[in-house]
């Protein structure tokens, strides 16, 4: 098993930037890939980034390429095992809940994440 525990949400101007964290536990030598994914009321969950847990390669969504970066913490000295989504030039259609989620293969698809976190609620005010 692995639990996800996302944090860093809250509400922010149009235009300004936030960092959400997602601190992984338990079984994470089984995570191949960690996932961002937002969801609004009505709308089903869509994928926003992901990062290779091993190689740290990246896939950004079109709809936030150039503004959403995501990325890792490998400091082998703290063991920590967190992603990062540093969200910047944020808009109103930004506004949603933010979950991480983990795959323990190389995806990008909702329906092969195994693991969620509860999610963390982004609301940005034009």
């Known amino acids: 098993q692995v639990q996800l525990v996302e944090s860093g949400g809250g509400l922010v101007q149009a235009g300004g930037s936030l960092r959400l964290s997602c601190a992984a536990s338990?079984?994470?030598?089984?995570?191949?890939?960690v996932g961002w994914f937002r969801q609004t009321p009505g709308k089903e969950r869509e994928f926003v980034a992901a990062i290779s847990w091993r190689s740290s390669r990246t896939y950004t969504a079109d709809s936030v390429k150039g503004r959403f970066t995501i990325s890792r913490d490998n400091a082998k000295n703290t063991a920590k095992n967190e992603v990062y989504l540093h969200m910047n030039n944020l808009k109103s259609e930004d506004t949603a809940v933010y979950y991480c989620?983990?795959?323990?293969?190389?995806?990008?698809?909702?329906?092969?994440?195994?693991?969620w976190g509860q999610g963390t609620q982004v609301t940005v005010s034009s």
């Open positions: 338990g079984r994470t030598d089984s995570i191949y890939t």
């Open positions: 989620a983990a795959s323990q293969g190389a995806t990008i698809r909702r329906d092969e994440y195994d693991y």
